[in-house]
């Protein structure tokens, strides 16, 4: 498969080299400094990882011009609807996830059944920690709005996600960390007077985001349309 990387930082050199493991050929890197260099038909797919000013004009580029994106970008989904609306029109492949971690889609998973049971106890408030390295651009972590809309799904008494305490009961308080070096760690805490429970995920590296991103590409091979985990992993 011939991958043109959007973004090549942090993630995009990991991504990089597990792709080469794979077998895969890297046609193009693209960074801010190139950003309206690349030629869409040099690529079988794009892995988007860059940053939040910059994924909504990589990514139409490429669905323009029928060229599959794998994106991991955070921080700019005020226009993800749009880029859906795009693809449909086009009738080319979008895939997006959060977190490309197979541990964190788990985690997706057991949030939404925790919240699902929890929602019978109001006894118990609930919050959320993340931590990331201090060069992330966003906060909350795209990871840590995910886990909120799953909580939201299920536990009726919370309304909306907030970054900063309000100290309204129907707000979903996300505590963002920002700490050298740390690749990301999300918890979830319920709390109570008489006791407390916590789900959390620790990633130890990049590895298992840029390892998904690179199987996504390869499974996305002849799909179409908006895609994402759940269609990846069958959940
Ligand atoms: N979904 C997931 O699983 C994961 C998502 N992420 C997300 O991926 C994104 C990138 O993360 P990370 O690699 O750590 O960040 P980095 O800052 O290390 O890398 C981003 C790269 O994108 C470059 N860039 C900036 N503007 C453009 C542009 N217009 N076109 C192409 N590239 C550009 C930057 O260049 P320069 O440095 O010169 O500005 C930089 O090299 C973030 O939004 C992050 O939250 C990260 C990990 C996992
Ligand atoms: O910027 C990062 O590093 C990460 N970003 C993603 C997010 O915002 O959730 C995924 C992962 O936590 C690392």
Not at 87 to 95: D, E, K, V
Not at 167 to 175: A, P, R, T, V
Request: hydrophobic content about 40%.
């Amino acid at each position: 498969m011939n991958i043109i990387l959007l973004g090549y930082g942090k993630m995009g050199k990991i991504i990089e080299r597990i792709a080469l493991e794979r077998g895969h050929v890297v046609t193009a890197r693209i960074d801010v400094d190139n950003s309206d260099a690349f030629d869409t038909a040099e690529g079988d797919v794009a892995i988007e990882f860059s940053h939040p000013d910059a994924a909504f004009n990589n990514i139409r580029r490429c669905l323009s011009r029928q060229l599959p994106v794998v994106c991991g970008t955070t921080g700019w989904l005020a226009r993800k609807p749009e880029i859906e609306t795009l693809c449909r029109q086009q009738n080319s492949t979008f895939f997006y996830a959060s977190n490309y971690s197979l541990g964190v889609n788990v985690f997706f998973k057991v949030n939404e059944f925790l919240a699902k049971l929890m929602n019978n106890f109001p006894q118990y408030d609930i919050r959320m920690d993340e931590v990331h390295h201090t060069e992330k651009r966003d906060a909350p972590s795209g990871t840590a709005i995910t886990l909120a809309e799953g909580v939201m799904k299920h536990l009726t008494r919370k309304k909306s996600w907030v970054n900063d305490q309000t100290g309204k009961s129907e707000d979903l308080f996300i505590e963002s960390f920002r700490i050298d070096q740390v690749p990301g760690t999300h918890v979830v805490k319920y709390e109570s007077a008489i006791d407390d429970l916590e789900i959390k995920h620790i990633a130890h590296s990049r590895e298992g985001f840029a390892l998904g991103a690179v199987m996504v590409a390869e499974w996305l091979k002849d799909k179409k349309g908006v895609l994402g985990m759940d269609d990846f992993l069958k959940f």
